[in-house]
């Protein structure tokens, strides 16, 4: 049996799944986060889903190192075709993935009838969280808990999503509404880098020869909340 320790990204994640929950961990990555959780007996049950045939056979041989066949399901799918519903999941976890990338497998999963609407979302996007929250708005899912932190000078973000339906503001797409209320220190430290990002873009669509007026207005916009913000 190996010991599992999880990275402080994903321990974070790990501390949202509901206690005795049935997971599909999606993009398992050599499943370690199903088998810590199943090894210190937060869940007995969980589906590692792999889309490569790569990481997928490593998911596979570590789940048969820890002797834990009969409490996780490798699956080699595509996203959350690795689950159905009579599996009887009731959280997903989506992470180190473009926030792009984690709405478009959600919207594959809803079309495809793989989510009873029952689960908890924990997602923890790498990049284009607001991408993430505008497919929770639009679908009826209301964030129920964010949260940020920094592990080897990275920044993540980990958003907590269940069905309910919510409305919120193109700040709080942008920001995360929690993370907005709370505006801690590393949301600072983000945000100043961000701050610094943008401004760098703004000034390369300024110089550009095809002239993008509306990208220089989003950008612009954002440039103006992210000042608004800092000064708070």
């Not at 497998?105 to 924990?122: F, M, T």
């Not at 949260?147 to 920044?155: G, P, T």
Request: glycine content about 6%; charged content about 25%; overall charge negative.
């Amino acid at each position: 049996m190996n010991k599992i320790q999880l990275s402080k990204r994903l321990a974070k994640v790990a501390s949202y799944i509901p206690d005795k929950a049935r997971l599909a961990d999606i993009g398992s990555d050599h499943a370690y986060l199903p088998i810590f959780c199943v090894l210190s007996g937060k869940i007995s049950y969980a589906i590692a889903s792999e889309i490569m045939e790569g990481p997928f056979e490593k998911a596979l041989s570590q789940v048969e190192q820890n002797g834990l066949n009969s409490h996780i399901k490798v699956r080699l799918a595509n996203g959350l075709e690795a689950v159905f519903l009579d599996d009887e999941i009731d959280a997903i976890t989506i992470a180190g993935m473009g926030g792009t990338l984690i709405a478009e497998i959600l919207e594959h999963g809803l079309q495809k009838q793989r989510l009873s609407s029952q689960e908890r979302l924990i997602l923890q996007p790498n990049i284009g969280e607001s991408s993430v929250r505008h497919w929770l708005m639009n679908n009826n899912y209301q964030i129920a808990a964010e949260a940020i932190l920094e592990e080897n000078d990275k920044i993540y973000e980990i958003i907590v999503a269940q069905k309910g339906i919510a409305c919120y503001s193109d700040q709080e797409l942008f920001f995360g509404p929690f993370l907005l209320e709370e505006k801690g220190e590393i949301f600072h430290k983000k945000w100043e880098q961000e701050l610094v990002n943008r401004k760098k873009i703004l000034s390369s669509l300024k110089k550009a020869m095809i002239p993008n007026h509306k990208k220089e207005e989003d950008v612009q916009n954002e440039i103006t909340w992210i000042e608004e913000v800092l000064k708070k």
